[in-house]
């Protein structure tokens, strides 16, 4: 496939095909997500921001950071961010978006074989790349690994609205609407396909739970936002007990 040629990933997520797919729609990324959303993807950010809680030194893991624009968002608390995106166009374009910008760096990463030590990071957090991980419960796994005990996690993802009738209305936006908005904006609109596909394919808000605790987070608890288009899940890593002793 060439560089120009439009790059199409599919619910197999071949992580080539992804990382190429989002290389390809880099640079109008954001802007274009923000006319599919009607503007909702700045509350969404703003409220994961929330979520996350940062605060002044701790160290903070942005993964699927895409460009920039939420991890930017969570240096405002004086802690320090790592954005990570296994995306090189993506990364080239937040470079370029943000260069020298104090306490951010960003990082070519799989999600699912993160490039860092045992107990990194205060916090972690992944908004709208999960869904695109090949090995979703393994990158769940490898950012329970890479947080300290006592540390967070925040997922922000598409998910299920719990109203039928708001859901009817929701899938036929993504289905009718969205791709003829994605080829006016995008420089890829195959891209979009993948994301209606890819929401369809996704589980609700009870069964992202379930994987969160099985990869090991505890006092995990998610809300809706937009009518439930979003959900927020947030967990713990718990802090190691103290051994007994005899």
């Given at each position: 496939?060439?560089?120009?040629?439009?790059?199409?990933?599919d619910?197999?997520?071949d992580?080539?095909?992804?990382?190429?797919?989002?290389?390809?729609?880099?640079?109008?990324?954001?802007?274009?997500?923000?006319?599919?959303?009607?503007?909702?993807?700045?509350?969404?950010?703003?409220?994961?921001?929330?979520?996350?809680?940062?605060?002044?030194g701790?160290?903070?893991?942005?993964?699927?950071?895409?460009?920039?624009?939420?991890s930017?968002?969570?240096?405002?608390?004086?802690?320090?961010?790592?954005?990570?995106?296994?995306?090189?166009?993506?990364?080239?374009?937040?470079k370029?978006?943000y260069?020298a910008?104090?306490?951010?760096?960003?990082?070519?990463?799989?999600?699912?074989?993160?490039?860092?030590?045992?107990?990194?990071?205060?916090?972690?957090?992944?908004?709208?790349?999960?869904?695109?991980v090949?090995?979703?419960?393994?990158?769940?796994?490898?950012?329970?690994?890479?947080?300290?005990?006592?540390?967070?996690?925040?997922?922000?993802?598409?998910?299920?609205?719990?109203?039928?009738?708001?859901d009817?209305?929701?899938?036929f936006?993504?289905?009718?609407?969205?791709?003829?908005?994605a080829?006016?904006?995008?420089s890829?609109?195959?891209?979009?396909?993948?994301?209606?596909?890819?929401?369809?394919d996704?589980?609700?808000q009870?069964?992202?739970?379930a994987?969160?605790?099985?990869?090991?987070?505890?006092?995990?608890?998610?809300?809706?936002?937009?009518?439930?288009?979003?959900?927020?899940?947030?967990g713990?890593k718990?802090?190691?007990?103290?051994?007994?002793?005899?």
């Amino acid at each position: 496939m060439s560089a120009s040629e439009p790059n199409r990933a599919d619910l197999g997520k071949d992580p080539a095909r992804v990382s190429g797919m989002f290389d390809q729609v880099a640079e109008k990324y954001d802007s274009t997500n923000t006319v599919l959303s009607l503007g909702n993807d700045r509350l969404w950010r703003k409220a994961t921001t929330r979520a996350i809680a940062p605060r002044a030194g701790e160290r903070i893991l942005d993964l699927a950071a895409g460009t920039g624009a939420s991890s930017v968002a969570l240096l405002e608390s004086g802690a320090e961010v790592v954005a990570a995106d296994f995306s090189p166009g993506m990364i080239a374009e937040g470079k370029r978006r943000y260069p020298a910008v104090p306490g951010l760096s960003f990082v070519e990463a799989d999600a699912t074989n993160l490039p860092f030590e045992d107990d990194s990071f205060d916090a972690v957090t992944i908004s709208f790349g999960l869904r695109n991980v090949l090995d979703a419960d393994a990158a769940l796994r490898e950012m329970f690994r890479v947080t300290k005990p006592g540390g967070r996690i925040v997922v922000c993802e598409f998910s299920t609205p719990p109203s039928k009738a708001f859901d009817t209305l929701y899938r036929f936006y993504n289905g009718r609407i969205l791709p003829l908005v994605a080829r006016a904006f995008s420089s890829n609109a195959e891209a979009y396909a993948h994301l209606t596909e890819s929401i369809r394919d996704w589980p609700d808000q009870a069964a992202l739970a379930a994987r969160l605790r099985a990869a090991g987070w505890s006092d995990v608890a998610h809300r809706n936002l937009s009518g439930g288009i979003v959900a927020l899940h947030r967990g713990v890593k718990s802090r190691v007990p103290a051994a007994s002793t005899a």
